[in-house]
């Protein structure tokens, strides 16, 4: 089971005790631009890129601030799930 943890500029996930990806953030007012996410590649294919995303993106959400999708993974993601399109800046 992987959980993901939010710090001061990335969120970071970890599964069996070791971290094996994160995604950075910056907070410029009301927006939060997300230029990178990576997940070690020996831990690619099990959906954590997207578990991490869906996490940092819950949380912007919840702060009822809006996401400038830079890293082009989480622009993707986005893309494919229409219900977080409304949080792009």
């Known amino acids: 089971m ?9 969120y970071e996930i970890e599964t ?5 990806g994160h995604a950075i953030y ?9 230029p990178h996410t990576e997940v070690d590649p020996a831990f690619g294919g099990r959906g954590l890129a997207g578990e991490l995303v869906q996490f940092a993106l819950d949380d912007v959400r ?7 999708p830079a890293c082009p993974y989480v622009a993707k993601w986005i893309d494919r799930h229409p219900d977080y399109q409304n949080l792009l800046a």
């Not at 069996?16 to 094996?20: A, E, I, L």
């Not at 410029?28 to 997300?34: F, S």
């Open 16 to 20: 069996h005790g070791q971290t094996v």
């Open 2 to 10: 992987a959980n993901v943890t939010k710090k001061q500029d990335r």
């Open 62 to 68: 919840s702060q009822g601030l809006k996401v400038d």
């Open 26 to 34: 910056r907070v410029d007012g009301d927006v939060v631009t997300m």
